[in-house]
């Protein structure tokens, strides 16, 4: 199986920076993705981005795309979720997930098999 575990969250004001972080271990595939979540309460899981571990696509949700970045550090296996220009509506728990298969990077839960316990990111107006 493969672990999950995320960092780097906290309160920020509206128009700051946060940068997350994942650390994967365990058992890993050449074709894996690794994606982000978060969720607010009372709201569903929103697809955030993600990344294929092999190659470096990435791709965004309309809401991230042009203020958060995702990268990679292979040597450490860990993915980072750099978050600029954060809005109030960016208060959620931020998940990383690691999706063993699939030729595209998901945008839905279920297509992810493993999950982190989550980093709180809270944006203050």
């Known amino acids: 199986q493969v672990q999950l575990v995320e960092s780097g969250g906290g309160l920020v004001q509206a128009g700051g920076s946060l940068r997350l972080s994942c650390v994967a271990s365990g058992r890993t595939f050449n074709s894996y993705i690794l994606g982000w979540f978060r969720q607010a309460p009372g709201k569903e899981r929103e697809f955030v981005g993600g990344?294929?571990?092999?190659?470096?696509?990435?791709y965004y949700a309309d809401s991230a795309k042009g203020r958060f970045t995702i990268s990679r550090d292979n040597a450490k296996i860990t993915t980072y979720l750099q978050m600029n220009r954060l809005k109030p509506e960016d208060t959620a728990v931020y998940h990383c997930?690691?999706?063993?298969?699939?030729?595209?990077?998901?945008?839905?839960?279920?297509?992810?098999?493993?999950w982190g316990q989550g980093t709180q990111v809270t944006v203050s107006s």
């Open positions: 990344i294929r571990w092999s190659t470096g696509e990435t």
């Open positions: 997930a690691f999706a063993s298969n699939g030729m595209r990077i998901g945008v839905r839960s279920r297509e992810y098999d493993y």
